[in-house]
């Protein structure tokens, strides 16, 4: 293996991904890039050896992120006021500000162990509020908790489905998006797998929370006089057993928002109907709480994913996970020979989970070129940093076989307990 890392370290990989995360020959190192302009023609020689290998701009551009990043050492994290524990990647200092534009999201990412702030002055961060995070939902959804639990000091700004969230953040409306991924109960929520590959953003840090489904309805009822329950989709399942046991079971309706289930209610007066939705919810539209930690299951977790426009550079000593995506060709155990590239380094994989190719669903088969089959895209987490020389040689491994591959993210873990 060591001889075949070796020769893998000698190839310059050319699979689809992020900038900051092209992966360059050990053997060649480069210099940042100056900012703003073109290498000067004393650069040529180096410049032109690149260029043979294929990958001077992205070798340019990684290392030019590198040199830029701040690296504190690690630090444990800590529990916020609603015993969430907040991951080390969303500490935000609003002490660090811009020359131009007050405080930026480059003095929220150098609190975190980023990039520093006079490299990006752009950004601008109202210094009394801190970054702009964008989430999906009304105030009082769990989204917007859990923006709160991942930067304390942020500005929510709330989005009325996920793709407007992504369009905020890569559009400069807000920062950061915090939009979840996968729930322990409900599983994966595709529709947002399917939106990182269409938006040019990079999973910078996660957070685990924990979701306590209440019951809410208008003041003044009683429980036994409710016969329906509205909801978000994911609340409803995470509930079915309490809601199928209530009153002999309700009617369960589903709608875009836990909050904006209470919001409705509200602003209709609707009598016998409950909304399944958090208790701030319950506090910010005037609903009263008639039964808590609801969910069929009390371990009932959903993992939030921040996302940003500028990849976080790996810092060390702090436990760091990746996420890639990659298709491969259609041929017998081509997915146990990917899975291979990181068994064979010891390399542990926390997610694997396939989804359709959306630009390509259907295609022939290879075998025999008539029969038809669905074309499929995995999806992958594992615990390592792209720091990681290991990781950097599995990547390259995989690249082999791989019709597409892209490396959506590389963050902090979240090493929260239940």
Known sequence: RDSRDALLASRVPMFATHTAWGLTPRAAPVAPRARGGRRSA???????????DGCASLASRRAAVTASASRPSGSTPVP?????????AFRYAPDRA??????????????????DPSSDPSQSVDP????????QGMPGAYSEAAALTAYPNCEPCPCE?????FEATEQWTADRAVLPFEN???????RNYDLILNHRLHIVGEVYFKVRHCLLALPGQDKADITRAMSHPQALAQCDGYLTALNGGVVKEAVDDTAGAAAHIKQNGLLGVAAVASSRAADLYGMEVYDSDIQDDKS??????????????????????TSIAFS????????????????????????????????NPVTQSAEDGTSMQFSYLFYVDFSASMADENAQNALRQLQENATFLRVLGSYPADDSRL
């Open 80 to 88: 916020s006021g609603d015993g969430n524990v907040v991951p080390d």
């Open 128 to 135: 009394k509020k801190g970054i702009r995070v964008a989430y």
């Open 42 to 52: 004393g650069h040529g020689a180096s410049r032109s050896r690149l260029e043979r």
């Open 300 to 321: 009932n977790v959903t993992r939030f994913l921040a996302l940003s426009r500028e990849p976080l550079p790996p810092r060390p000593n702090v436990p760091y996970k």
């Open 161 to 165: 489905q996920f793709e407007n969230a």
């Open 184 to 190: 322990s109960l409900g599983g994966s929520i595709h």
């Open 328 to 359: 491969m060709k259609e041929t017998s155990g081509s997915l146990f020979k990917a899975l291979a590239c990181f068994a064979l380094r010891d390399i542990n994989l926390t997610k694997v989970e396939s989804r359709p190719m959306r630009w």
């Open 98 to 115: 811009s020359k131009k534009h007050g405080t930026s999201l480059g003095a929220a990412q150098a609190a975190a162990g980023a990039v």
